[in-house]
């Protein structure tokens, strides 16, 4: 009656492992499984290790015993001055306290250049004198105490260290033995054979990174060079490239992502910011120094808005150096920003479409900020790259040696990397150390920028 | 003068001949009811690109009134459905030829702005998609950006009586500032009707708007439904028959064809009432597919 | 592993299950009617308590249909012509129940008219009448296995001289006059020609069902046998 076929098709059943041959299928599968977590961690440990071992090299370097010599002891100058050095600290000095102490120690041709670098006060002069002053500032080629600030007391007081109490570190012992072998240092230290070729030589352990390295300026002198121009360098540079790079970068990828039809130009478009990202940073240097450090150079030395000097009038400002790096990372800016976008799901464009809203309506409101957690990685990613980036900037145009802190976008600047980069090249061996301690800097730096950028966006995401 | 049984088992099964469509003599199968409906189509195709997705479909929804699209997967009814607020624009190469009217207004005509046609027409869609945002903001954003001139007490009261329509205030009066994601399924989808209507759309259109839910939600979906068409028409997409015809006033089922080219197109089957169409379909193809009897 | 090719699903097998476990009863039922008139013509009483025996089994069949259709609709939920289907089924499952009841209640009167005077006009006329209605019920249940329109529309025609001769049975009986066991017999056997008449009227609902089913729409079967107003053509 039913028209139903019943077919009785192959049993494959005995083509499957049963009873002990399954139980060893089993076991050779979880064995198989079991190396390759094994295999993993190996790798996550290798990664990690190298990781700790960079760190602790770093650290090594930062922080040790040295053997130091003071030209002239800075209770020395206390007492001179007329105070009780057990009170009374070289940092304790006032302003003109320590100008006196500075004029009474160099020369008077150091004491002048010293001066048209820049200024110890507005009203007088120390080691110029009026009429050679107005001269010089009406050349061709004023130098920069025409139009500088007046030098304030931290700076006074570097020079003071740098120049009156000249401490020389004559060697150098890394952390570790630091540590476990101190009294052997001393020893060694205060030993007749090391008196005798360092005579006046004392044992002080030193951490390279202190306050006083944050905030000194660049110096010859490794023991009394700081990094406080490369830091607000840095950050002018990196500003200025968030600045630039940010609302154009997620412009553009919207405009990719929501409005732009697929056609061939657009495609076009596309595939050239995914080269783009992969172009090797010195090529923006030398687009940075062709194009803006030259062509646009009346913009870029400030000279149209009248600001500027003399050392600036090419254009190796901070803002080539933010431009140019803001270049560097708008396609990645760019690709980021468009795979956040591309992670929103449709279904959220449809329902704003769908109440009759625009589409920039509808992207303003609600998928922009749904993408905002993915676009603000991606772009601090970016950020934190460009803070490393050493080549572009050497040849857009940082500084080799500058002491004055950049006033604003139109300053001649130097960057942190730079900076890094310089002292390792030297041969002495306190610039390895103070490298280091720069290093350390910069790590502190990035971890900072990263810690900013999982706070912003949780915050993002919780606030939606 | 006994009879003798004459049946067999066997020859009972096989004289019953198959089942048919109603054999009755009426108007043909694909009637157009009262041409005063608040969306008329008429021999409307829709392409994406060179391939017809649906092919000449002359409908008339009625104002007031649930109406239902039917059919197997391919069928176009999404498609149709789709193009009643011009909301296939967003698909890059989709094209509709024929005219859509919308109270006697093409509404594809160059002159008109999608933008206002989805604000009479609105929709909702199969999966709930709430905003991010608070449930207040979810139903106010849609007001705000098509020019709401109320205060905030005005929008308040818009709000809530959105949500009264959509049988959510209850639930929700007490937690209007929290995310909209932290409903249920269901509440989530009367929420998007909320939505919907806080726009004081004409018409909405559905699109399954009950196939993610579980059964009691879509229980309280089709209540809404049967509630709201006093004040809206509508328009839903269902694959659930039983639903279509729980719900719906009219039911217009489409299938789909292989031409000769092995494109499938669907087209417009049969549309009538739905008691009609669930009992005696005038159409064979129609009664096969809601009698299981297919392919 | 099996592999199994249906032609038909799971409901439509049941469905035809269903089906002719029902039709089954009006061949039953049709069996009965046979039976049943022969019985109390001839007062045979071994055949009458036989009648009365099938009529159980028709009940209890009755019951398992009913189960059987409620099962397949809750489950099934089905639609169109299957829906129509399921509609008739219902009915029918009720008229062949009604139908053997008749035959039972014939039966009965055979059991209770035993031994009585006969009127051999009377007998003549019942005879007669389940001459006519026995092709009824087989025309009703042909018209319906093989979904003839044409040939439920003749039930009504058939159904006017059973009518007719049902009517005419009061006369009979009135003629029979004051003999009283007799009376006894033509008052009994005019109840016999009621069942029978019932019978032919339940035949025709049938017909009617069997209308709906092809057509899906409801008429009434009136005298002429025409069904609807309007055409009344088929496509």
């Known amino acids: 009656m039913s028209t139903r076929i019943e077919l009785q098709e192959k049993d494959y059943s005995d083509l499957f492992p049963v009873g002990e041959d399954l139980q060893s299928q089993i076991g050779g599968r979880r064995r198989r499984e079991g190396l390759a977590r094994i295999l993993f961690m190996v790798v996550l440990i290798v990664a990690i290790s190298a990781l700790a071992t960079l760190l602790y090299t770093i650290i090594n370097a930062a922080f040790g015993m040295t053997a130091i010599i003071n030209t002239v002891e800075p209770d020395t100058i206390v007492a001179d001055v007329g105070h009780d050095p057990e009170e009374t600290g070289l940092a304790d000095l006032t302003y003109d306290e320590l100008v006196v102490v500075l004029e009474g120690s160099v020369t008077n041709n150091v004491g002048r250049r010293l001066e048209r670098d820049q200024r110890f006060y507005e009203d007088r002069f120390v080691f110029e004198n009026e009429a050679t002053w107005s001269e010089i500032c009406a050349s061709s080629q004023p130098p920069t105490g025409c139009d500088a600030a007046p030098r304030d007391k931290s700076n006074v007081l570097q020079l003071v260290n740098e120049r009156v109490v000249e401490p020389d570190v004559v060697k150098t012992w890394e952390l570790i033995p630091s540590l476990f072998e101190r009294e052997a240092i001393e020893a060694e230290i205060r030993s007749e054979e090391f008196q005798a070729a360092n005579p006046g030589a004392r044992p002080e352990f030193r951490a390279w990174l202190n306050w006083q390295f944050v905030t000194s300026p660049q110096s010859p002198n490794p023991e009394t060079a700081g990094v406080r121009t490369a830091i607000l360098g840095s950050l002018w540079v990196i500003a200025l490239t968030v600045l630039f790079a940010f609302p154009v970068g997620v412009g553009a990828a919207i405009y990719l992502e929501e409005f732009a039809r697929p056609n061939r130009l657009n495609q076009m478009i596309q595939t050239n910011i995914n080269n783009l990202a992969g172009v090797p940073s010195i090529i923006y240097g030398m687009l940075g120094l062709a194009i803006l450090v030259r062509v646009l150079e009346p913009i870029t030395s400030g000279s149209f808005l009248g600001e500027g000097g003399s050392a600036t009038e090419n254009g190796r400002t901070i803002i080539s150096a933010g431009l140019t790096l803001g270049l560097l990372i708008l396609p990645v800016v760019i690709i980021a920003s468009q795979e956040a976008l591309r992670a929103v799901p449709n279904s959220m464009r449809a329902a704003g479409l769908a109440l009759g809203a625009t589409k920039w309506q509808t992207i303003r409101k609600h998928i922009l900020p749904a993408a905002m957690p993915g676009v603000l990685t991606g772009s601090i990613l970016a950020t934190a790259r460009a803070l490393g980036e050493t080549a572009p900037l050497v040849v857009v145009g940082a500084s080799t040696f500058i002491i004055t802190d950049p006033s604003g976008p139109f300053s001649k600047f130097t960057v942190l990397p730079i900076q890094i980069f310089q002292w390792t090249s030297r041969p002495q061996d306190e610039f390895r150390n103070i490298a280091a301690a720069a290093i350390l800097v910069l790590l502190i730096l990035l971890i900072v920028m990263n810690a900013t950028a999982v706070f912003l966006r949780n915050r993002y995401s919780r606030s939606n | 003068m006994t009879s003798e049984v004459r049946m067999s088992e066997g020859e009972v099964t096989e004289r019953v001949r198959p089942q048919g469509a109603s054999q009755s003599q009426s108007s043909d199968a694909s009637e157009v009811a009262t041409p005063l409906g608040v969306i008329v189509t008429e021999g409307m195709s829709v392409y994406y690109g060179k391939f017809r997705a649906v092919a000449d479909v002359s409908l008339s929804f009625a104002t007031n009134e649930i109406s239902a699209l039917i059919g197997p997967s391919g069928c176009g009814k999404s498609t149709v459905l789709r193009s009643l607020n011009r909301m296939n624009d967003l698909v890059p190469g989709a094209r509709v030829e024929g005219s859509v009217r919308y109270h006697g207004d093409e509404i594809y005509h160059e002159d008109v702005d999608p933008v206002e046609v989805r604000r009479k027409i609105g929709m909702v869609f199969q999966k709930p998609n709430p905003f991010p945002k608070s449930i207040f903001e979810n139903i106010s954003w849609g007001a705000k950006v098509n020019g709401f001139k109320g205060n905030k007490s005005e929008m308040s009261d818009l709000v809530q009586e959105a949500l009264e329509s959509a049988a959510l205030w209850d639930e929700v009066k007490d937690k209007l500032n929290e995310s909209g994601y932290s409903l249920s399924g269901g509440q989530q989808q009367r929420l998007c009707i909320a939505r919907a209507i806080a726009t004081k759309p004409d018409v909405i259109l559905m699109d399954e708007p009950a196939s993610a839910l579980d059964p009691i939600a879509t229980l309280r979906i089709e209540e809404l439904m049967l509630d709201l068409k006093n004040d809206y028409s509508i328009i839903i997409v269902t694959h659930n028959m039983q639903q279509a015809a729980r719900v719906s006033d009219r039911t217009a089922f489409f299938n789909v064809k292989l031409n000769d080219q092995g494109m499938r197109t669907g087209r417009l089957v049969e549309y009538t009432e739905t008691s009609q169409l669930f009992t005696s379909p005038k159409v064979q193809e129609t009664e096969d597919y809601i009698t299981g009897r297919f392919g | ?235």
């Open chain 3, 1 to 235: 592993m099996t592999a199994r090719h249906d032609s038909q699903s799971h409901f439509h097998t049941e469905l035809a299950e269903l089906e002719r476990r029902v039709l089954g009863m009006v061949n039953q039922a049709e069996k009965m009617i046979g039976m049943a008139v022969e019985a109390v013509t001839t007062d045979q009483i071994e055949l009458a308590r036989e009648v009365v025996d099938l009529h159980d089994e028709i009940h209890a069949t009755h019951f398992e249909v009913h189960r059987a259709w409620t099962e397949l609709v809750v489950r099934n939920q089905p639609l169109g012509s299957d829906m129509r289907t399921m509609t008739v089924l219902l009915q029918l499952n009720a008229t062949f129940e009604r139908m053997g009841a008749q035959c039972a209640n014939i039966a009965k009167i055979t059991l209770a008219n035993h031994g009585l005077p006969r009127v051999e006009s009377i007998v003549e006329k019942v005879i007669e009448m389940g001459d006519l209605v026995r092709p009824m019920v087989r025309s009703s249940i042909d018209s319906y296995i093989r979904r003839d329109l044409d040939e439920a529309r003749l039930l009504p025609a058939m159904d006017e001289p059973l009518d007719r001769l049902n009517a005419n049975m009061y006369r009979e009986v009135v003629a029979v006059g004051g003999h009283r066991e007799m009376l006894e017999w033509a008052t009994k056997m005019m109840m016999v020609s009621r069942a029978l008449e019932r019978i032919g009227d339940q035949a025709v609902d049938f017909g009617e069902q069997t209308a709906f089913l092809i057509t899906g729409e409801r008429a009434q079967f009136d005298e002429a046998g025409l069904s609807e107003a309007g055409s009344g053509d088929d496509g």
